[in-house]
Structure formats: structure tokens, C-alpha cells
């Protein structure tokens, strides 16, 4: 029996990468980079090594992780959102994320140009750019939809390289955003939009009790399933929508605000989710399609470059607060899960909702803008 590929133990190690990384945090090294940053490192030296599988390989637990724990995990922790502390984050962060979507379409045309994709790619070269449009404006979802109707997905080679090299340039992305603002914030301080008091709240030990335990996660697990029975009446809503607003109108509950655990469980969640996304930087899987592989990391790497430039270059001339900056690129970057995942870690819970809302405007515009730039190319 291949022990490595057994669902418990693929668990087992994903809980111990996450107390790994929470342990390394004893140390100031450790503490500066961050729980989030040392779990993905992990869990991605743990997958390439072998210990366990890619989430590229597919496994029970990694598919338990996207289609419940993720959602459970934003649900939970939007429960700690006071609506007041949204005023100021709202209009920023939304201008923030149009303003990386520029980036992502400026970046794709500049790598098209210097990349020159088509010699290796072929005819469906174009079809790979507004793949990697959609999905650097509003995550996974957008990178699936172009491929399928271009049939990009029918090409083995083509679809594996172009997946694995997504999550080998999106995921330390996702680490970049995490470390810039605060390196950003001490050599270039900005006023932050939300009080202190707001982000206070979160700093230190929270108990939790086994009543709090339980209504924490009874409340999370019927406000999945409310979502889901909602969508099935109007599939034309997104599902985050409605998790999204569930969580928002239970969170103004003072019952709900008097839980505690909720910070510590959404966290932990979220945490589980990004050492699934560590494990999908395997370097292996680019091993089989030779010169394609350079090429396409050379496309989105010059790509994601350029976003970056742009939404965090026009948001310093525009004085804007750099947790803000972060979380609207990971709204476009990897999405609604991984924008909610950067607002915890920067411990901005004013955050939390833009993130998801900006996000959830990706998915919607993201296909879209997608097949404008395949077709144009």
C-alpha cells in the first residue's frame, strides 16, 4: 500500500504543516514571514518531494478542501464583519481591482509581443492569453471557461502545462502579497483605511467553547446549504453571492458576534485551503512538455509582472493603503478565496467583504474580457 496517497494521511499532513508553520512563528524570522507563506512553502517542499501527492494528482481530501472546507472557511469568517467598518474600504478597493484588471490585460498584450507564445503554442496561442486573462481578473473559474470553449482542455499536453504553470507563477504571487505591504508600509507608510480597533480585535488567544464550537460551524454548514438550494432557483447568481450575504446578514446578529472562535476556525480553514495551493506548485508535471514549459512560464511571469507593476505603482501615486492594494490583486490573481485569505493574513477584517465582492465582480467580467483578448489576438 502507498501510504502517501492515503486520504488520512494526506489530512494528517496538511493539519501539521499548519501547526509546523504556526510553531515557526516563535521566531522573529518566522513571525515576519507569516503562517499563511510558511504553510504554502511547506506543503509545496512536501508535494515535490513526494510526501504527498499534488492536488494536480487528485485526492479525496484536496477535493474536500475546494468544494467544502474553502467555502466554510470564508463563511466563518465573515461572521466577524461589522458593516461599519466597511465604508471606508469599499470604493478603494474596487477602484484597486478594475485597476488590476488593466494590468492583467496590458501584461498579456506586452508578454504576447515579447514572448512571441504562438511559434511554440501554435493556433491556439491566443486562446491560452484569454485563458490566462480571465484567470489573472477573477480566478480559476474564468481559465476553465475560455479553455472549454476553445477547446484548449482536448489539447493534454497543452491544458496540463498551462494549469500547472498557472499555480507555479499564481501561488508566489499570493506570497508576494502577503510580504509587500508590510515592507511597503514600513518604507513607504500609508494612512491605513479602517481604525485600528477594527483590526485590534483579532490580535492575541480567542477561546472558544463547545457551544461556540458548535454553533460556529451548525451556522456555516446551513449557510452552505442555504446558498446551495438558492443557486438551484437562480443558477444565474453566483453561489459566493449568496454564502457571501448569509454570512453578512447573520454577522450584524449580536448572538452571532457574542461566538467566539470564529477568527480562529475561518483562519484555520483558510490555512487548510492555502497548503492545498502549496502542493499545486509542482514542478514535476512541467518535466513531460519541454520547451513549452519555458515558454509559458515566460509569458505569465512577465505577465503577473506587469500586474503588479501597474496596480501597485498607480496605487503608491495615488497614496493608497497597501493592504488594500494586496487584497484587490488577489481578487484578481487567485480569486474570491485567496483575496479573503490575504485580508486574514494582513489582519484586516474591514477587508473581508470587498474582497469577496471585488472578487465575485472578476468571476463575472473576467470570461468575458477573456474571449475579448483571445479573439483580438
Request: hydrophobic share 55%; glycine share 10%.
Amino acid at each position: 500500500m502507498n501510504f502517501t496517497q492515503e486520504p488520512i494521511f494526506i489530512a494528517a499532513t496538511l493539519c501539521i504543516s499548519v501547526f509546523f508553520a504556526n510553531w515557526l512563528t516563535r521566531f522573529p524570522w518566522g513571525k515576519t514571514v507569516g503562517i499563511p507563506i510558511l504553510v504554502i512553502v511547506l506543503c509545496a517542499i512536501f508535494s515535490n518531494i513526494g510526501i504527498i501527492p499534488s492536488a494536480m494528482d487528485g485526492s479525496p481530501v484536496y477535493d474536500g478542501v475546494f468544494v467544502y472546507l474553502a467555502p466554510l472557511g470564508i463563511f466563518i469568517a465573515l461572521l466577524e464583519v461589522d458593516l461599519k467598518s466597511l465604508k471606508n474600504a469599499g470604493m478603494p478597493i474596487l477602484l484597486m481591482f478594475l485597476l488590476g484588471a488593466i494590468g492583467t490585460v496590458v501584461g498579456v498584450l506586452v508578454a504576447w509581443f515579447v514572448v512571441n507564445p504562438a511559434v511554440e503554442i501554435g493556433d491556439l496561442a491566443p486562446a491560452v492569453a484569454g485563458m490566462f486573462t480571465g484567470t489573472y481578473i477573477g480566478g480559476s473559474i474564468n481559465f476553465n471557461a475560455v479553455a472549454l470553449h476553445y477547446k484548449v482542455n482536448e489539447a493534454g499536453n497543452l491544458f496540463a502545462a498551462t494549469t500547472v504553470v498557472d499555480n507555479l507563477i499564481g501561488t508566489p504571487w499570493i506570497i508576494a502579497t502577503l510580504i509587500l505591504p508590510k515592507y511597503l508600509q514600513k518604507w513607504f507608510p500609508r494612512k491605513k483605511l479602517a481604525s485600528a480597533a477594527s483590526a485590534a480585535k483579532n490580535e492575541g488567544i480567542e477561546s472558544i467553547s463547545i457551544s461556540s464550537l458548535a454553533s460556529i460551524l451548525a451556522l456555516g454548514l446551513l449557510g452552505m446549504t442555504v446558498s446551495k438550494v438558492l443557486v438551484s432557483y437562480f443558477p444565474q447568481v453566483p453561489e459566493i453571492i449568496f454564502l457571501t450575504t448569509l454570512a453578512l446578514i447573520l454577522a450584524q446578529f449580536p448572538s452571532v458576534q457574542q461566538l467566539y472562535g470564529k477568527h480562529t476556525l475561518g483562519f484555520f480553514f483558510i490555512l487548510i485551503f492555502l497548503a492545498v495551493i502549496g502542493t499545486l506548485c509542482d514542478f514535476r508535471a512541467l518535466s513531460g512538455v519541454g520547451s513549452l514549459a519555458g515558454t509559458l512560464i515566460l509569458f505569465v511571469g512577465l505577465l503577473v509582472l506587469i500586474h503588479g507593476l501597474v496596480i501597485f505603482g498607480v496605487g503608491a501615486l495615488f497614496k493608497m493603503d497597501w493592504d488594500v492594494i494586496a487584497v484587490a490583486s488577489q481578487a484578481n490573481v487567485g480569486g474570491n478565496t485567496t483575496a479573503i485569505a490575504a485580508a486574514e493574513s494582513l489582519n484586516r477584517p474591514d477587508l473581508l467583504i470587498p474582497g469577496v465582492l471585488v472578487g465575485s465582480l472578476g468571476n463575472a467580467l473576467g470570461t468575458y474580457v477573456g474571449f475579448a483578448v483571445a479573439g483580438f489576438l
